[in-house]
């Protein structure tokens, strides 16, 4: 099964209890400029980035340029550089 959704309205979700780290919703942010809701995913969204040079969709490693394997501890180590705190 294959589902298609084009928006994801988080409407009832009160992100406020969960600290100023978190995004703030903003579905039109995201999802108004096809280059962006094209070449956008979750992994953006949850760093909050945006870039209209991107051609693939994120994947760890790509904001802080570590290379990755196709193994697991490679892809923990790329997100660790994506998120250092």
Do not use: R
Not at 10 to 24: A, I, M, S, T
Request: proline share 6%.
């Amino acid at each position: 099964m294959v589902l298609n959704v084009d928006y994801v309205y988080l409407d009832k979700v009160d992100f406020k209890e969960y600290g100023k780290d978190y995004p703030q919703n903003e579905p039109k942010k995201w999802n108004l400029n096809l280059k962006i809701k094209n070449s956008h995913n979750c992994y953006a969204y949850a760093f909050n980035k945006i870039s209209l040079k991107l051609k693939d969709k994120p994947q760890p490693g790509l904001f802080s340029k570590t290379n990755t394997t196709h193994k697991c501890y490679s892809y923990k180590n790329a997100l660790k550089n994506d998120a250092p705190k």
